[in-house]
C-alpha cells in the first residue's frame, strides 16, 4: 500500500508538472466545445426526420414515402418521443395506433401536422410539448465521453511505453515492487486526472452555456468512472509489451478514431444502418456516451442505463485481465 | 566466506552465446571488477545475477544459497542506462524509492552519502551526468544493500566527476560492502577493484587480484625510448641487447627488460640520449593487449 501510494503521488506530480500534457488534456476539450458551438450553432435540417417503430408497416402510412421525409426506425415508442420533445425528431408516427405524435413547441411543428393532413387524413394528430436540445446539449456528453478516451488510452499508453523505453520500469523491476502495485497506480492516478479534467469542463459549461443537466450527478459520476476505466484497461493492453512509441502509437489512434466517430461522439446513430450499430456496440465509448447522454438529456437513473454499466464493468474486468496477463517489465 | 558464488554460467541469445560457461567467486566486502570490452559478455552477466534476465543454464548462489525474489530486498543495482521520472526531483525520486523497501536508509544518510546535497530539488531531466550516476547509486544503496552490482557506472562522465565517483564507491567499501563493478576503463578497475576476472568473446580469460595478473603475465618493465635518442636497429644489434626484447613502434622504440638497471647502463655505454627516457610497469591496458591481441575500446 505504501509502494502504490508513493507511485500515485509520483506519477500525479509528473503529470501536472508537464505542462504540455496538462494543457493538452484541458484546451482539447475546452477548442472542441467552442468549435461545435460556432459551426452548429446555425444548423438548418432541409429535410423532415419523422420517427416510426422498426416493426410497423410503414405502407400503411404515405408520409413515409415522401421524398422530404426521412424516416427513422426506433425499438420503442417511449425512446422516439423523447426525441419528438426534445425536438430532435419532427414527428413520429404509431402506425398501429393510426397517431402521428408532434411537438408543438418546435417551429416546423404546424407545418408537420398540416403534410400529416394532407397525406395520410386517417390519422389522429396528438400533440406533445418539450424544450428543444440544443446541438451543444447533445454533443456535450459526448466531448466529455471522448476526453476520457484521449486521457485514458493516451495517457497510460504512452506513459508506460516511454517508462518502458527508457529504463524506467527496468529499474521498478529490480525493486520488489510488483506489477500489480504499478498498474493499479498508473489506472487510479489516470482516472484521477480524467475525472477531475472532466468535471472542470463540466462545470464550465453548466455554468457558461446553460447546458441541460436533469439525471444525478453521482450517476454520471459513476458511469465516467466506469467508462474510464474500461478505456484505461485498454491502454493497459497496448502497453503492455512493446518499447515502440510510434507503434503503441499507430495502435492508438487505430483505436480511437473509429470510437471518435461511431461512438456517437458527433452525430447520433439513431439513423445509421442496423449492423453499423451493433458494431459499434463493441466500443465502449458507445456505452459511456448513450449512459451519460441518458442522464444528462433525459434524467435517466442508475437503473435506467443498468445495460450500458454492466458492459463497461464486464469490459473493465476483461480487459484489465489481459492487460495485467499481458504486461511485462522489459521489451 | 562467499557473498556470490557462480557456477557454469551460459547465456544463449538464439544461435549467440552471449556468455559461455563461465564460473567465479566473490568474496564479502571485496570490490570485484568484470572487465571487457563493449561486448564481452559483461552487463549479460551481471543483469543475469541481477535477476533481471534469465540464464540459460548455471548456478548462482547468494551467501550459499540460491537466489529467490527476496534477493532485491538486499541488493542494490545500478544499470547501465537508467532514466529517472523526469518531473520529480531527487528528493522524491529517493522517497519514491524508499517506499519499495521495508528498512531503507533515510533521506538524509542518502544525501550525506552520496553528496547529493546540492541539488536535492532539481528535477531529474536537469542533472548533470556525474550527478545522474550519484543519485542512481543513491537508489542503489537505499535499501542498505549487502551487495551493489554497478554497471559500467562511469562511463560518459568527464574525468573529474569519475574521479569524484571512485571516492564514493571507497567510502561504500569502507562500510564493509561487497560491490561488483563491470568497466571497460582499466584505469578504474586499478583504482577501484581488489579482485577482478577479465573477459571477452563471453569467456573469462584472466582472473585474480591487478597485481597478481600484471606479475603473472609481465616479469619485465619497459624503457620508451624517442628516435631523436639514436636509437637504431644497428646499435641494438650490436649491443647485448637482445633483439627480440625491443619492439619498433612509429615514434618510439619499447625496449622489455626484466633487469632496467643493466639495460640503461648498455643504453648509456651506447651513446644514446636518455633525456627523454620513460621507464613503465605494464598496465591492465597492457594486459588485455596481451591476452587478447586486441584493444580494449575497440
New interface residues.
Given amino acids: 500500500m ?2 502504490f ?3 500515485l503521488v ?1 506519477r500525479n ?2 503529470f501536472y ?2 505542462k504540455g500534457s496538462l494543457a493538452w488534456a484541458v484546451l482539447f476539450p475546452v477548442m472542441a466545445i467552442i468549435g461545435c458551438t460556432l459551426v452548429f450553432s446555425s444548423e438548418q435540417n432541409t429535410l423532415f426526420s419523422v420517427g416510426v417503430l422498426n416493426d410497423a408497416s410503414t405502407e400503411q402510412a404515405p408520409l413515409l414515402q415522401q421524398p422530404f421525409i426521412k424516416p427513422i426506425g426506433y425499438t420503442t415508442t417511449d425512446k422516439a418521443l423523447q426525441r419528438v420533445k426534445q425536438h430532435q425528431l419532427h414527428a413520429f408516427v404509431d402506425v398501429a395506433k393510426n397517431t402521428v405524435w408532434v411537438n408543438v413547441q418546435s417551429s416546423q411543428g404546424s407545418v408537420i401536422k398540416q403534410l400529416s393532413a394532407a397525406h395520410m387524413p386517417s390519422f389522429s394528430v396528438k400533440e406533445t410539448t418539450g424544450k428543444a436540445i440544443r446541438y451543444i446539449d447533445w454533443v456535450l456528453p459526448g466531448i466529455l465521453g471522448m476526453n476520457i478516451m484521449f486521457g485514458a488510452l493516451f495517457g497510460v499508453g504512452y506513459v508506460i511505453v516511454r517508462y518502458r523505453k ?3 520500469l ?2 521498478l ?5 510488483t506489477a500489480m502495485q504499478f498498474l493499479s497506480a498508473q489506472i487510479v492516478s489516470r482516472l484521477l486526472i480524467i475525472l477531475t479534467a472532466n468535471t472542470a469542463i463540466f462545470i464550465a459549461a453548466i455554468v457558461l452555456l446553460d447546458l441541460t443537466m436533469i439525471g444525478s450527478y453521482v450517476s454520471l459520476f459513476i458511469v465516467s468512472v466506469l467508462g474510464g476505466f474500461a478505456l484505461v484497461s485498454i491502454g493497459l493492453i497496448i502497453s503492455s509489451r512493446t518499447d515502440s512509441e510510434e507503434l503503441a502509437g499507430g495502435l492508438l489512434n487505430l483505436l480511437t478514431w473509429p470510437m471518435m466517430f461511431l461512438s456517437g461522439v458527433w452525430f447520433s446513430l439513431d439513423a445509421a444502418p442496423t449492423w453499423l450499430q451493433a458494431l459499434t456496440d463493441v466500443f465502449p465509448l458507445t456505452h459511456l456516451i448513450n449512459a451519460s447522454r441518458d442522464i444528462m438529456l433525459n434524467g435517466a437513473t442508475l437503473i435506467d442505463v443498468t445495460y450500458e454499466c454492466t458492459v463497461l464493468g464486464v469490459m473493465s474486468i476483461v480487459f484489465l485481465a489481459i492487460g495485467a496477463y499481458l504486461f511485462r517489465w ?1 521489451h | 566466506m562467499n557473498i556470490l558464488d557462480v557456477k557454469h554460467l551460459t547465456k544463449e541469445f538464439g544461435k549467440f552465446t552471449a556468455v559461455n560457461d563461465i564460473s567465479f567467486s566473490i568474496p564479502q566486502g571485496v570490490c570485484f571488477g568484470l572487465l571487457g570490452p563493449n561486448g564481452a559478455g559483461k552487463t549479460t552477466t551481471i543483469e543475469i545475477i ?4 534469465p540464464a540459460t543454464s548455471g548456478d548462482i548462489r547468494f551467501n550459499g544459497t540460491p537466489i529467490t525474489r527476496d534477493f ?2 538486499h541488493a542494490g ?1 545500478q ?1 547501465q ?8 526531483s531527487t528528493v ?1 525520486i529517493l ?7 521495508t528498512n531503507p536508509l533515510s533521506e538524509n544518510e542518502l544525501i550525506a552519502l552520496c553528496d547529493l546535497g546540492e541539488f536535492t530539488n532539481t ?1 531529474a531531466t536537469r542533472l548533470s551526468g556525474g550527478q545522474r550516476q550519484r543519485l542512481l547509486l543513491a ?1 542503489a544503496l537505499i535499501n542498505d544493500p549487502s551487495i551493489i552490482f554497478l554497471d559500467e557506472p562511469t562511463t560518459g562522465l568527464d574525468p573529474q566527476s569519475r574521479r569524484r565517483f571512485w571516492q564514493l564507491i571507497n567510502r561504500v567499501k569502507e562500510q564493509g560492502k561487497t560491490v561488483l563493478l563491470t568497466t571497460h576503463y582499466m584505469e578504474e578497475a586499478s583504482f577501484l577493484c581488489d579482485e577482478l576476472i577479465i573477459m571477452d568473446h563471453g569467456q573469462i580469460i584472466a582472473q585474480g587480484t591487478p597485481d597478481r595478473l600484471l606479475l603473472d603475465h609481465f616479469d619485465s618493465s619497459y624503457i620508451s625510448l624517442n628516435y631523436s635518442s639514436g636509437i637504431t636497429r644497428e646499435i641494438i644489434n650490436s649491443s647485448s641487447i637482445d633483439p627480440e626484447s625491443v619492439t619498433w613502434l612509429e615514434e618510439k622504440c619499447l625496449i622489455f627488460s626484466a633487469h632496467i638497471h643493466d639495460t640503461i647502463r648498455t643504453l648509456i655505454d651506447l651513446n644514446v640520449q636518455l633525456n627523454d627516457i620513460q621507464i613503465q610497469h605494464a598496465s591492465l591496458e597492457d594486459l588485455f593487449l596481451k591476452l587478447t591481441g586486441h584493444s580494449l575500446r575497440e
Avoid: M, W
Avoid at chain 1, 523491476?173 to 515492487?177: F, R, S, W
Fill in positions: 505504501k509502494s501510494i508513493a507511485l509520483a506530480k509528473e508538472r508537464d527508457n529504463g524506467v527496468k529499474r523491476n529490480a525493486t520488489p515492487v522489459n | 541481477e535477476g533481471i534476465i532485491n530486498q543495482i544499470f542506462q537508467t532514466s529517472l521520472p523526469d518531473y520529480l522524491e522517497s519514491l524509492f524508499r517506499s519499495f523497501y528535477y537508489l
